[in-house]
């Protein structure tokens, strides 16, 4: 039981760049949250799903794109990577709304 | 709008010494409180949510309606517990299906 995995660990892009940052869960959550942390603000979520085929913009969604074809992936894109991206990215789920959330290590991406 | 605050980035204290983590909310309703914590180089992790009423490694934190508050506290502070502290907030209301992160607490624990 891996529960939540996330995939690069780490990246570095050029800007103008695209790329896709897989999270996958073995816990069969229906919920999948994407997050960027970033100091001094905490974790602020960009994009969110509550079950397959669903997809909902969270706080912080602008320059992102998000799919949840499986129930246990949840997958988040950058179109064109721009150097505001340059964060730790987590990938969460959750078995219900308003239950904890299961995160996972999080992806270091710079954009140059 | 529902908001958690935390208006510490940072908090230093002895080993041994008492800890007590803020946090603030504002929501409209009954929410849930949970506290996070993220030590170095793992993932970050639920500490204890309000409704348990548990003592996890040490740590409580209590529901304050009137004051909106859910501070963290340990009566004595040990090394391990040097990590990134969040706070954070959910509720019917809370924007659909989503959890509200406070800024995160950076605690330091010197020897």
């Known amino acids: 039981n891996a529960g939540v995995t996330q995939t690069p660990k780490f990246r570095v892009l050029k800007t103008g760049q695209s790329m896709t940052l897989l999270c996958a869960q073995d816990?069969?959550?229906?919920?999948m949250y994407w997050y960027r942390q970033d100091p001094g603000m905490g974790l602020r979520l960009i994009h969110y799903?509550?079950?397959?085929?669903?997809?909902a913009k969270g706080e912080v969604p602008d320059g992102y794109n998000v799919s949840r074809l499986k129930k246990q992936n949840f997958l988040l894109g950058l179109e064109s990577a721009a150097p505001s991206q340059t964060s730790v990215y987590f990938c969460?789920?959750?078995?219900?709304?308003?239950?904890?959330?299961?995160f996972g290590d999080g992806t270091r991406l710079s954009i140059l | 709008a529902q908001r958690v605050t935390q208006p510490e980035k940072l908090l230093s204290v002895f080993k041994g010494a008492p800890v007590e983590l803020k946090c603030n909310y504002s929501?409209?309703?009954?929410?849930?409180l949970f506290w996070y914590v993220q030590y170095s180089r793992q993932r970050l992790q639920l500490l204890l949510r309000?409704?348990s009423r548990e003592s996890i490694k040490g740590f409580t934190a209590d529901l304050n309606k009137g004051e909106t508050s859910f501070h963290l506290k340990k009566p004595f502070a040990q090394e391990e517990d040097s990590a990134m502290y969040y706070c954070?907030?959910?509720?019917?209301?809370?924007?659909?299906?989503?959890?509200?992160f406070g800024s995160g607490t950076r605690l330091s624990i010197r020897p």
């Open positions: 799903s509550v079950g397959e085929g669903t997809t």
């Open positions: 954070a907030l959910s509720g019917p209301h809370s924007s659909a299906s989503k959890i509200i």
């Open positions: 929501y409209s309703g009954s929410p849930e």
């Open positions: 969460a789920s959750s078995y219900e709304e308003l239950q904890p959330q299961h």
């Open positions: 816990m069969n959550h229906e919920y």
């Open positions: 309000h409704i």
